[in-house]
């Protein structure tokens, strides 16, 4: 009884407990089911990213020329050499079209240009099928007979790693000029309204390419170009909160006791903007993802053989062209898609669930 | 009103002071030497120099500066490195292309964007709506060429309902797709925000008095809620012109659109910078310029916009 009692006491004290602005919007938040989708989605992709080595059933770069342009589903058949290089994981496969006849110590079998050859038994390793390998191709092969698949998995890390990054590297300065716009306004607000509005006046894909073609083709590169070009709407946000912050008590009282401007910026103000914030870099997540496949799709992002969504599509292209192996093209166009329709969703959720006007 | 005509023009020759400036500081960090860019790289060292004398490139860089602002005024950004043919001209010849290109799936996308967004704010919280606004969100997830690639690869060649492949001069046809794929984006924003706000007007009280003085639900939505509603659409719709112009880019790399786009691709894969640079300026010239007649059309209509 009396424990019970207590128990009951506890979750009243739990429920007056008061509560921050990220407890109830995380609550709106888990209530919105595309929001959550869109968080689960995302959640998997970054999973994908982070084990792509576990899960990828082919090193990402592993060529097998024979198998050039398969179809999804592909087979492939092939012997494994044995690992003499212990220094190297790669493993090495010798694609075959059939076994011919297996005698005491070696095999023979027909290879792609239909030469019978011999091979030593100490030379490949004995598998689970006998001396040969069925290799599954699920999603098909590239044009230089790589696995499309493994080639997606990895290419999620360029897609996350670009759009993290340069998106963070926006919101860190559009942090900084918003915050000193909006905090000293008059001249200085002037000044960095102006730079908003040149910047803002390019094409945002039209800037980043021109800045990447100056800078020169990389992941860093890419990092900059983005990130140079994408802080102009966190700016906005930022400056147009402390306009309106500026005038509430809270920000009247800090100056009464006498806080220097530093700490009324980065303890009372930045704090109130976080909201916005955080849906605008959401929204600029998304954007810089899709900026980073343009890129890649023009050659001008990470270089090959690195696998990146953009450059797998700008190469499957030709094939759409021709009009075979379409799957190519249209995987990873999906799978741009799905990465940025998730962030999409879950930024839609977020901008209702910290819309502080909205009821619990 | 003449007043705030002026004081935007000169804002506008501001930010385009701005954007000039931007523009040279890109030419100027490229690495490498335009000279020898422009002769490539068996020339001999007297005429790479005297093509340096001629560009002004071994000037001081306020002098390289001064004089690429005054060229740019004077409608002089310089000679492509692939064709030595002038840049501006070589633009112009391609601004007809991307502006019926850019037109179209703007008028398209507005069209079709506002009557997604009536439908939705009107049916609101039903299957329609929800289908809608996740095919909206679809649409703005889509990167432009990816979803050029799609269309070609389902009208073009497996339905073989549009040619993928060419400009108008060949028949009406060849518009289809491109338009299509560039109009998709700005269709999905203009729903959107049109459905937001149409539904903020919705629960306003003139709109309730006019239910409730029995008008019928044509004349609610059309005359009292979207009339109130389509301000934001309209400044979207304009900042969307400004997007089409990065839009037509792959799209017309991707159906072979003889426009701005593709001569921007094509200068980027040859790494011709005077081209390139030219391209970029003159969007973001183009999109001053339309922001500056924007704000004057949109003041004349919005008299809560303020003069002063």
Partial sequence: MEAETAVVADSILQEDKSRSLWHYSWKRLKRNKLAMAGLVTLTILIIVALTAPIIAPFDPNQQILEYSAKEIFFKGTVLVKKDTDPESDETSYIPVKRLISESGSSVTYLDFSDEELTINKDEIEETSEGWTKTLNYYLGTDRFGRDVLSRLIYGSRVSLTVGLVSESIAIFIGLILGSIAGFFRGKTDAAVMWLVNVIFAFPAILLIIALSVVLGKGLWQAFIAIGLTGWVDIARIVRGQFFSLRETEFVEATKAIGFNSARVITRHILPNCMGPVIV???????????????????????????????????????????????????????????????VNLLGDGLRDALDPKLKR | MSAFVIRNFFYSIVIIIGVLTVTFCLLYIIPGDPARMMLGQRADVASVESV???????????????????????????????????????????????????????????????????????KQYTWLDNFSMVFALIGISFPSFAFGLIMALVFGHLLKWFPISGYVNDGLQYLVLPMLTLALRPMAITARITRSSMMDVMSQDYVRTAKAKGLSSGKVI????????????????????????????F????????????????????????????????????????????????AMLDPKVKLS
């Fill in chain 1, 280 to 342: 605008t870099g959401t929204v600029g997540l998304a954007s810089a993802i899709i900026f980073e496949a343009s890129l890649s799709f023009l050659g001008l992002g990470v270089q090959p053989p690195t696998a990146s969504w953009g450059q797998m599509i700008f190469d499957g292209y030709k094939y759409i062209v021709v009009g075979t192996n379409w799957g190519l093209a249209v995987f990873p166009s999906l799978a741009i898609m799905i990465t940025v329709f998730a």
């Fill in chain 2, 52 to 122: 340096r004398e001629e560009l002004g490139l071994n000037k001081p860089i306020y002098i390289q500066y001064f004089k690429f602002m005054t060229n740019a005024f004077q409608g002089d950004l310089g000679r492509s490195y692939a064709t030595n043919r002038e840049v501006v001209k070589t633009i112009l010849d391609k601004l007809p292309a991307t502006a019926l290109l850019s037109f179209s799936a703007l008028f398209i996308s507005s069209i079709l964007g506002i009557l997604i967004g009536i439908i939705s704010a009107v």
């Fill in chain 2, 222 to 249: 059309f005359k009292h809620t979207l009339r109130n509603a389509l301000n934001p659409v309209v400044t979207t719709i304009s900042a969307s012109l400004a997007a089409t112009l990065g839009g037509v880019l």
């Fill in chain 2, 251 to 298: 799209i017309e790399y991707i159906f072979n659109w003889p426009g701005i786009g593709l001569l921007a691709i094509d200068a980027i894969f040859k790494l011709d910078f005077p081209m390139i640079q030219g391209t970029v300026l003159f969007s973001a010239i183009v999109f001053v310029v339309i922001n500056f007649f924007v704000d004057i059309v949109y």
